[in-house]
C-alpha cells in the first residue's frame, strides 16, 4: 500500500517527494535501520558533479561508491552501451562473444602480469565469492584468512570475511565459513602497538605463526590498499614478505581490488606500486567506471590449467554478460585517451598538499595519507591515544557519528564526501580539476571547526 497518495497514471511524471516517498516505503535501505534512511533524489549526473530533485547541484567527492572513475556521463561509454544493447543484449556464458574477447585482450594489458584466465560476474562480492571458490577447489583446503578491518561484501560469504563490524549483524549465523582474521597492516596506529620500520614487519611475520598453527589454509585476501576502512597503505617491504610467507606455506594470495583498481591509486591497480604476483585479483566498480554492473576475478595460468582436467563447479546466469563487458572495452578506452592513470598522480598530488596543510590548523585530524586520487582524513578526539570520536557499536546502533556530521554539513555546501566511522575517504572521479579539489578541501576546512570544538569539551565522549 502506498502511504502517500500517488497518482495512477504513472506516466504523469512524479514530484521529488513521491519519488522518494515510494523509495523509502518499498525499497530497503543497505547497511542502517530502515528507519534512518533518508534518501535524496538523484536526477542527472554530469563529470563530477551530479543535481538533485530540488536542482541543488553536488561535487561527487567520493565517485558514489568510489567507482565513477571516468565521471558522469561519458559519451563513449554511453554509446557503447546502446551498441551492445542494438547487437548483442544477452547471451548465455558458454558462448563465446565479440565484447568478451575484446576485453579479454584488452585485460592481458593493463592487468598485473601473470593473471591471464579471467570469470565475470557482476559485482565486487561475487568476485569474492569466486575467489574463495576457486582457492578451495585449487588447493584442497578450506580456510581463509582475512583482516579486521577490511571489507569483501555483503554475501554469506564475504560478508563472514569481512573484517569490520558490518559483520556483526549477522553472527553468529554468519560464522562456519572457514574464514579467520589477522590484524589490519596500519602504521598510523598499529593494532600490535609496532612501529615502522623497527617493527621488521612483525604483522608479516605475525601471519606466518598464524598460517603455521591453523593449517588447512586456502588463501589470504588482502586489500592492497583498504578503501573504505580508511585507505591503509602497506609500509615497504610488506607485499614481498607476504608473498614469501604465502609461498613458504602453499597458501595462495587474493588481491581484492575491488576499490583499489583501475587507475585510483596512480597505478592500473594498486599491486603495481609494489610489483606484487598476486594468485587471484578481483575487481569490480572501476572496471566499467560503474556504468553498467561488472566485477572480475582474474587467475594465474597455473590456476587455469588445474581445471583443464577439474570440474570448474561454478557459474551464473549473468555471467559474461555483453551489456557489461562491451561498455568496459569502452571504459578502457577512454581511461586510455584521457590518459587517466598518469593524471590520477598528477593531480592526487595536489589533493594531498592541501590536505596536508589542514593538519596543523585542525587539532582534532590524527592523520591525512593517500596514494594516487584515493586519500583519507582520519579524526581523533585525543591525538596521543588517537581515539576515535565513535565506536562501531555506535554506529550499528545508528547513534549520531561525528564524522557523518560533518559530511551532513558538507553537503549543505554541495560537496559530498564519504564519511565512515572516524575518518574520510576522498576518492573524486580521476576527471576532477583543481578548482573542484580547492571547493571540496574548503568545505572540509570549515566543516572540521565542529570536530575541533568537540575536542574542548572533555565531556563529549
Ligand atoms: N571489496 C572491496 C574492497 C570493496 O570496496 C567492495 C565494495 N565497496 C566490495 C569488495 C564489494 O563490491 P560490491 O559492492 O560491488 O559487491
Redesign the pocket.
Known amino acids: 500500500i502506498f502511504h502517500l497518495a500517488v497518482r495512477s497514471h504513472m506516466s504523469e511524471q512524479l514530484t521529488s517527494q513521491e519519488v522518494i516517498q515510494l523509495t523509502k516505503d518499498h525499497n530497503y535501505g543497505t547497511w542502517r535501520k530502515q528507519k534512518f534512511w533518508n534518501p535524496n533524489h538523484l536526477v542527472s549526473a554530469d563529470g563530477c558533479y551530479f543535481t538533485d530533485g530540488n536542482g541543488k547541484k553536488f561535487l561527487d567527492f567520493s565517485s558514489q ?1 568510489m567507482c565513477s572513475n571516468l565521471g558522469h556521463n561519458n559519451k563513449a561509454v554511453i554509446e557503447s552501451i546502446k551498441k551492445q544493447a542494438e547487437t548483442l543484449a544477452y547471451a548465455a556464458p558458454f558462448y563465446a562473444t565479440t565484447a568478451r574477447a575484446e576485453l579479454s585482450k584488452l585485460l592481458l594489458e593493463v592487468l598485473p602480469e601473470g593473471l591471464t584466465k579471467f570469470f565475470f560476474t557482476t ?3 561475487d568476485a ?1 565469492e569466486a575467489a574463495f571458490k576457486i582457492a578451495r577447489m585449487y588447493t584442497g583446503k578450506t580456510k581463509i584468512i582475512s583482516r579486521y578491518r577490511s ?4 554475501t554469506a560469504m564475504s560478508i563472514a570475511a569481512t573484517g569490520d563490524p558490518r559483520r556483526w549483524p549477522i553472527e553468529p549465523r554468519g560464522k562456519g565459513q572457514g574464514i579467520i582474521f589477522s590484524p589490519e597492516v596500519n602504521c598510523y596506529k598499529c593494532p600490535l602497538k609496532h612501529s615502522y620500520p623497527e617493527c621488521g614487519i612483525a604483522c608479516a611475520d605475525y601471519l606466518d605463526y598464524m598460517i603455521a598453527n591453523e593449517g588447512d589454509v586456502a588463501a589470504v585476501i588482502v ?1 592492497p590498499v583498504v ?2 576502512n580508511g585507505v591503509l597503505i602497506p609500509p615497504k617491504g610488506y607485499f614481498k614478505k607476504l608473498r614469501e610467507v604465502c609461498d613458504k606455506h602453499g597458501v595462495l594470495l587474493i588481491a ?1 581490488e ?2 583499489s583498481g583501475w587507475g585510483r591509486t596512480g597505478k592500473w591497480f594498486a599491486i603495481d606500486n609494489w610489483d606484487l604476483k598476486p594468485d587471484i585479483l578481483t575487481t ?2 572501476g572496471i566499467t567506471s560503474a556504468y553498467v554492473p561488472l ?1 572480475l576475478c582474474a587467475t594465474t595460468q597455473k590456476i587455469a590449467d588445474f581445471f583443464e582436467d577439474n570440474y570448474f563447479a561454478h557459474g551464473h546466469t549473468y555471467e559474461a554478460h555483453p551489456m557489461t563487458l562491451g561498455p568496459a572495452v569502452a571504459t578502457i578506452g577512454e581511461m586510455r585517451r584521457l590518459n587517466l592513470v598518469d593524471r590520477a598522480n598528477e593531480i592526487g598530488a595536489y589533493l594531498g598538499e592541501k590536505l596536508n596543510a589542514l593538519k596543523p590548523k585542525h587539532p582534532s585530524i590524527g592523520d591525512v595519507r593517500g596514494i594516487g586520487l584515493f586519500w583519507a582524513v582520519e579524526l581523533v578526539k585525543d591525538q596521543k591515544e588517537k581515539t576515535p570520536f565513535n565506536t562501531w557499536q555506535e554506529k550499528l546502533d545508528g547513534k549520531p557519528i561525528v564524522v557523518e556530521q560533518i559530511a551532513a554539513r558538507m553537503l549543505g555546501e554541495g560537496v559530498v564526501m564519504q564519511a565512515w566511522m572516524s575518518h574520510f575517504v576522498l576518492a573524486p572521479p580521476l576527471i576532477v580539476e583543481k578548482e573542484d579539489i580547492d571547493k571540496a578541501v574548503a568545505a572540509l576546512d570549515s566543516a572540521l571547526v565542529m570536530a575541533d570544538s568537540l575536542l574542548e569539551q572533555p565531556s563529549v565522549a
Not at 571489507?151 to 555483503?154: F, N, T, V
Open positions: 561508491l559485482s565486487g562480492t569474492n571489507y569483501h561484501g555483503s586489500e578503501g573504505t581484492d575491488v576499490m569490480a566498480k566485477g
